[in-house]
């Protein structure tokens, strides 16, 4: 009996947790800087309304998969958390200390800026990342991935 439970509940939850990471990984390929302003990029928007836009855009990736936090160990969700509030964080900065002479592109200028800024602070998920995640989750998964799929 305990055993059939325990059965079912990793039948039930395994699916769910793999996918949770996925999409974990998604979200930040997502609100990646240079993925989100090739996707959001708009040259006929002043700089101010392409900010708003932005910073809506981050917010909405992150609220689309919050329930995935479920599914996830709280060290991992911490680290989709933060790179959220770091994406924010970096875009205000930037957007903030930002004084271009007139007539300069501010989108084609925030694209090199990010590419730089990709460079020399990674803050994405990666699988580096993924490693830090709690190695009893990683042992979980592993032992419960049927070896046909390995």
Known sequence: MQSELKKQRQE?????????YQRAVLLMERIHPN???MRTINPALPSAVYQTELLKTIREEYDHN????????PAMWEMVKN???ETIKIRKQDYNK?????????QSHLHQTHH???RDVRIRL???SLQKVRQADLKWLRY???SHLV
Do not use: M, T, W
């Open 83 to 85: 790179s959220k509030e």
């Open 12 to 20: 039930y939850f395994l699916p769910n947790r793999v996918e949770a």
């Open 35 to 37: 993925s989100l302003i």
């Open 66 to 73: 919050v329930a995935q936090q479920l599914f996830v160990s």
């Open 126 to 128: 990666d699988i580096r």
């Open 116 to 118: 730089q800024a990709n």
């Open 98 to 106: 930002r004084h271009l002479p007139s007539g300069c592109n501010r």
């Open 144 to 146: 419960q991935i049927p």
